[in-house]
C-alpha cells in the first residue's frame, strides 16, 4: 500500500517543507486540490454531502496546483506529486497540456493529473467554458492532452476540437497517468475506459471496497481489466493496519490521507505538521 499526503489543511507557504517531511517519512505522493475562485452566492450542490454544501469555505486558500507542484518538486527527489482532483473541462485543453506537461517534464516524470468533471456551474460560467456536456468534452481532452505529450507532430479531429498537426514541447519524459475522479456509475465506466486508475475521496470503507468490485466489472466490460490500474481513495476511518490490508486485498492501491486530519487535528502550525507526518511514516 501507498500513502498520499492531503495538503489540505495546511498553509500554501509550507507546502515545500512539507513535501519535505513526507518525502523523508516514506510516503510515495502529496495530493493537492483544485478550484479557481469561490463565488459569493452559490447555487450549485457540493456532491460529496447529504446537503450539497461544500466541505470547504470561501477563505480557504487554492493556489494553483501546478505552480505549487512546481515548487514543491523543486526542493524533492522521489516524492510524487498528484490533483485530487482538476477540474479538466474547466479549462483548454492546450493550456492543461502545457501546465501538466511542463510540471512532468522538471519532475522528471513525478505528477499523476486526477481528474473530474466538476460540479460548480457558476466556475464554469466565469471561465467561459461549457458546462452541459462537460464530461463528453472531458473525454476528448484526454485523447488530445495524451496526444500533445507523445511528442512530434500531432493531429485532432473531434467533435469538440479540431487542429492540424502541431508540436507541443517540452514532452513529459514518460506518460502522465490519468486518474478519474467520481462516484457514479458514468465515472467508474469512464475510469476503466480511459483512466489509469480511479481516484475517490470520502467513502466508508465498506462503499470504498464494493466501489473496487463495481470498477473491476467495469474493467471486465470494457475489456481492460489486464491494464494496470491504481485506485488511490480516502476512506472515512481511522486508520489502522487491519484496515490497509482489508483496503490493499480490495484492490486500493494508495490511500489518500491526512496526518493532522487523522488525529483529529484541523491546521496545526507547520512544526506540529512536520511530526505529525514522521510519526505517521514511522507508523505505517
Not at 8 to 36: K, M, N, Q, T, Y
Not at 74 to 99: E, G
Request: aromatic fraction near 10%.
Amino acid at each position: 500500500m501507498k500513502f498520499s499526503q492531503a495538503m489540505i489543511g495546511s498553509s500554501p507557504l509550507d507546502w515545500p517543507r512539507l513535501a519535505v517531511a513526507c518525502e523523508a517519512a516514506g510516503f510515495d505522493s502529496v495530493a493537492v486540490s483544485d478550484h479557481v475562485v469561490y463565488p459569493s452566492k452559490l447555487e450549485s450542490s457540493y456532491p460529496y454531502t447529504p446537503d450539497g454544501t461544500p466541505l470547504f469555505s470561501p477563505d480557504e486558500d487554492w493556489p494553483d496546483p501546478w505552480v505549487a507542484i512546481g515548487a514543491m518538486s523543486a526542493v524533492t527527489s522521489n516524492l510524487r506529486f498528484v490533483t485530487n482532483v482538476y477540474v479538466l473541462p474547466l479549462r483548454n485543453p492546450f493550456v492543461v497540456a502545457k501546465a501538466v506537461g511542463t510540471a512532468a517534464y522538471l519532475s522528471s516524470g513525478r505528477v499523476g493529473l486526477g481528474i473530474g468533471a466538476g460540479w460548480m456551474a457558476e466556475e464554469f460560467e466565469l471561465l467561459e467554458q461549457p458546462f452541459a456536456r462537460r464530461g463528453k468534452r472531458m473525454d476528448e481532452m484526454v485523447d488530445v492532452m495524451r496526444k500533445l505529450w507523445s511528442g512530434g507532430m500531432v493531429e485532432h479531429h473531434g467533435e469538440f476540437y479540431d487542429f492540424d498537426p502541431v508540436e507541443m514541447r517540452p514532452a513529459p519524459p514518460a506518460p502522465v497517468p490519468i486518474f478519474v475522479g467520481g462516484h457514479s456509475e458514468l465515472a467508474f465506466r469512464r475510469a476503466a475506459r480511459i483512466g489509469d486508475g480511479w481516484l475517490g475521496i470520502h467513502y466508508t470503507p465498506q462503499d470504498l471496497i464494493a466501489n473496487c468490485a463495481l470498477l473491476q466489472q467495469a474493467r471486465e466490460d470494457a475489456g481492460t481489466a489486464d491494464r494496470r490500474f491504481e485506485v488511490l481513495a480516502s476512506p472515512l476511518a481511522a486508520p489502522s493496519t487491519d484496515l490497509v490490508e482489508e483496503l490493499e486485498a480490495a484492490g486500493v492501491t494508495t490511500i489518500i490521507t491526512s496526518a493532522w486530519m487523522s488525529s483529529g487535528i484541523e491546521a496545526p502550525p507547520v512544526e506540529q505538521a512536520e511530526e505529525l507526518i514522521a510519526s505517521y511514516g514511522e507508523r505505517f
